[in-house]
Nanobody, 124 residues
Framework: QVQLVESGGGLVQAGGSLRLSCAASGRAFNYYYVGWFRQAPGKERDFVASISWNGGSSRYADSVKGRFTISRDNAKNTVYLQMSTLKPEDTAVYFC?????????????????WGQGAQVTVSS
């Protein structure tokens, strides 16, 4: 069992930056793939980024490539999402999730554990 808690959301102006954190508790978190997803009102939950268990491999949605960076510190059981050059269309609730899969997973259905979400609002 893994518990995930997101933090670091908030209100920021367009062009600004935020860093989200996903703190995990539970067994063997450092063996899980971790992903970030986001969900805007009235829309589906979309993949944002994922990172392998050792941080050696990452994947991004086209909409955030070059602006967002995912990283992890297994000693702290924490995964981060650094978001830069934010746009109003990045406004959403951001969720972190952990997957027991052995390879990268971009579909929400491939993740086993979810956090409660953190609101990110980007004003124009």
């Amino acid at each position: 069992q893994v518990q995930l808690v997101e933090s670091g959301g908030g209100l920021v102006q367009a062009g600004g930056s935020l860093r989200l954190s996903c703190a995990a508790s539970g067994r063997a978190f450092n063996y899980y793939y971790v992903g970030w997803f986001r969900q805007a009102p009235g829309k589906e939950r979309d993949f944002v980024a994922s990172i392998s268990w050792n941080g050696g491999s990452s994947r991004y949605a086209d909409s955030v490539k070059g602006r967002f960076t995912i990283s992890r510190d297994n000693a702290k059981n924490t995964v981060y999402l650094q978001m830069s050059t934010l746009k109003p269309e990045d406004t959403a609730v951001y969720f972190c999730a952990a997957s027991k899969a052995s390879g990268p997973v971009v579909g929400a259905g491939g993740y086993d554990y979810w956090g409660q979400g953190a609101q990110v609002t980007v004003s124009s």
